[in-house]
């Protein structure tokens, strides 16, 4: 078949500047091959190389005593005691998405999964942050309803279970919805697989489904703005099986259990090219692929679009010579493709053979560890002025206003559709703070959360940053897990705007501190950046992903008020209303400043919620809707009526960080304000639960009306 000829037009079709381009002509010195320039696109583009993050990634905290690996591998590994390993890891699938809700979401569980599983993890829990523009715009709910539906045939499918995530709208996600994918699981911590090759002469193994046409160039699209060709990029976005999936998943913990695995790599994002590349560097050695032996499930395929697919459910590994016959008889019994495609070689070379032909040959080493890498301008973000004025409503109108709007309703209609008890050991479901597996076997459970205030970013990056970490650390404390460590998915618009790299800079810089004080490295992630239509960039949304452990399910909080239960706060209550959910959902304003972090504050009522868990009934974090939102949802969740005493808007609706309310039994009330006063840490009686009334200081509503409200705003805002 004639190769296209190389031209401006092509090169920049690829993603990749002039600059760019003039260094790869440097490199091998002389004009790439088609297949050449689509290798180096898929391998420097921003979703595989990280090169306008890569500089600030290197500042965050990623290691401490509990963490086996941190970034860098398809997942980060943990552990977790009695020799045992969580790994976790969160990605996004923003743009394929938008384009294909329904597959895009899927794949993106898939890959995710697949993440977790390639290390020798079987998985145990998953979750999904989802963002998306006002419900009114009119490609919504078409979009919430193919994510939501993709998200849960792969889930419900592949059998892991849902256990938590966020929904959030918000007009800035009009043209670009994000996706961020969570998967954890569980290894033994001396039967965990890694990615660098090492040998030379080793088979270099194909394995899974077969090679088609979809997903070509998905990991470049990715890395471009959307415009009104968004259409013309349908053909990128993946197609997944999560059956096929599933068998994969048993056979390769067959293949791993039978000693056969030197290296293993989940063929993600940029296929063949960017596993092969990624093992090869890893180990210090060169790849020689012969592509007529890929399996392919479609004709006449080139060898630029067997190197740049991204069809689904397949693995890449280097396999020991002497077990060939016992692995192939692995994946044959899953009917699987096993098919050796390729050797490792002492040369630092990327040798692609097709028909006999070369069609490619580079310097393996300078696809991966020589991508470009760029500091980017940045402006700090300025200051926000203060809020102006007074915030006064009637309690009732601004708790109205808060669970009745499909951010804050209950999310029943979003994890109802997800099979959240599969596998037998979901402690704890979505719907009220973080979510809890057993370790099955064990005494022990994990808990896992994922948080961000996307408008606390956008107006202070660093305590937006903070704060995301800060929510993570409390919704695992709330449920009596210790916070092990975190994950973060950074989503931003373009880099190339030094405001948006500002934005980007200022989060980093408050994820990383917060990461530091709360004892949470981050051990792994994903950069999605270019999140921009037509020149209008998301919020930036830097999701936390965040995993903790309860040593033993006696640890857990998981309770739920009683009538009579007296309603606690622990932590200082100024009544920050700036950038809060009342002001954004009542009065339509996005106005003053995020609300401060004291990450000291935040480990010592956290430390002290833990060490006095047997004194409190039910807990949760304060966060968004403050008090108001925090005891109704906890009231409502037991069919239970509530009084609060104040009716000061600050105190019922402000944005406090480092708080959490607590349901207490009334003879447990005063031993919990000595052990506060002994541990230096405030805490106030704010009112009771029981009753049939949901009553604010001096106005009141039937809990009955209130229920309804919250129970059905969801499903009418994306009907």
Not at 10 to 25: C, F, Q, T, V, W
Not at 82 to 99: C, L, R, T
Not at 110 to 136: E, H, K, N, Q, Y
Not at 179 to 206: E, H, Q, R
């Amino acid at each position: 078949m004639h190769e296209p000829e190389i031209t401006t037009d092509l090169i920049a079709a690829h993603g990749l500047k002039p600059d760019e381009y003039d260094r790869i002509l440097q490199i091998i010195g002389r004009e790439p091959t088609f297949t050449e320039l689509g290798i180096f696109s898929a391998m420097w583009n921003e979703h595989c190389s990280y090169k306008s993050s890569k500089k600030w990634l290197r500042t965050l905290p990623t290691s401490g005593p509990q963490v086996i690996c941190g970034p860098g591998e398809n997942a980060g590994v943990v552990d977790i005691g009695d020799g045992q390993a969580v790994i976790f890891k969160m990605e996004s699938h923003n743009h394929p998405s938008y384009i294909e809700p329904h597959q895009g979401a899927a794949t993106g569980v898939g890959g995710i999964l697949r993440d977790v599983f390639t290390m020798g993890a079987r998985p145990i829990a998953a979750m999904d942050s989802l963002s998306f523009g006002v419900p009114s715009h009119p490609k919504t709910a078409h979009l919430v309803k193919g994510v939501v539906e993709g998200v849960g045939s792969y889930g419900n499918c592949f059998g892991v279970p849902n256990v938590g995530g966020e929904v959030r709208f918000h007009a800035a996600y009009n043209g670009n919805c994000l996706v961020n994918a969570f998967a954890a699981g569980l290894a033994d911590t001396d039967k965990i697989f890694y990615s660098a090759a090492s040998g030379v002469g080793m088979p270099v193994v194909y394995l899974g489904a077969k090679t088609g046409r979809d997903g070509v160039g998905g990991a470049t699209m990715a890395s471009a703005e959307f415009d009104d060709t968004i259409e013309e990029k349908r053909p990128t976005v993946q197609v997944g099986d999560p059956f096929t999936e599933k068998r994969l998943l048993e056979a390769c913990l067959e293949l791993m259990a039978s000693g056969s695995v030197i290296s293993i790599q989940d063929m993600g994002a940029a296929g063949l090219t960017c596993s092969a590349v990624e093992m090869g560097d890893k180990g210090g050695l060169g790849i020689k692929l012969t592509l007529d032996h890929v399996p392919q499930r479609e004709t006449n395929m080139t060898a630029y679009e067997m190197m740049l697919s991204e069809s689904q459910e397949r693995m890449l590994m280097v396999l020991k010579p002497e077990k060939e016959a016992e692995a192939r008889a692995i994946f044959e019994k899953w009917d699987l493709d096993f098919a050796i495609v390729g050797e490792t070689i002492p040369e630092d070379r990327f040798l692609i053979l097709h028909g006999n032909t070369v069609k490619a040959d580079l310097p393996l080493s300078k696809l991966s560890s020589s991508a470009p890498e760029y500091d980017r301008p940045w402006v700090p973000t300025p200051a926000a002025k203060p809020l102006a004025g007074p915030v006064a409503i009637d309690p009732i109108e601004g708790l109205k206003a808060l669970i009745g709007s499909p951010n804050y309703a209950h999310k029943a209609w979003v994890w109802e559709q997800y099979d959240t008890m599969v596998m037998a050991d979901t402690v704890r479901m979505p719907g009220l703070g973080a979510g809890v597996v057993r370790v099955h076997g064990t005494e022990k459970a994990l808990a896992f959360t994922s948080d961000v205030t996307p408008r606390y970013v956008k107006a202070n990056p660093i305590e937006g940053g903070k704060q995301a970490v800060a929510e993570a650390y409390r919704n695992l404390t709330a449920v009596g897990a210790t916070p092990l460590a975190s994950t973060d998915n950074l989503n931003f618009g373009n880099p190339e705007k030094p405001e948006i790299m500002g934005q980007f800079v200022g989060a980093i810089k408050g994820i990383g501190e917060a990461c530091a004080a709360l004892d949470m490295p981050i051990v792994s992630g994903n950069v999605s950046l270019y999140n921009e239509t037509d020149g209008k960039g998301i919020l930036p949304t830097p999701t936390i992903g965040a995993v903790g452990l309860l040593n033993s399910l006696d640890d857990l909080i998981a309770g739920l008020p009683a009538t009579g239960d007296i309603a606690m706060v622990i932590g200082e209550t100024n009544g920050h209303l700036g950038q809060s959910a009342l002001l954004a959902e009542a009065f339509g304003r996005e106005e003053g400043d995020a609300p401060p972090v004291d990450l000291t504050a935040e480990r010592k009522n956290g430390e002290f919620l833990r060490a006095n868990r047997k004194l409190v009934s039910a807990a949760t974090d304060l966060s968004d809707g403050g008090l108001a939102l925090a005891t109704f949802e906890m009231a409502e969740a037991a069919g239970l009526g509530l009084t609060l005493d104040s009716e000061d808007t600050g105190q019922l609706f402000g944005e406090d960080q480092a708080r959490y309310l607590v349901a207490v039994k009334p003879g447990n009330a005063a031993l919990l304000e000595e052990a506060a006063a002994k541990a230096g840490v405030a805490i106030t009686r704010a009112g009771l639960f029981g009753g049939t009334a949901v009553s604010l200081g001096s106005a009141a509503a039937p809990l009955r009306d209130l229920s309804d409200l919250y129970r059905t705003a969801f499903a009418k805002a994306v009907a």
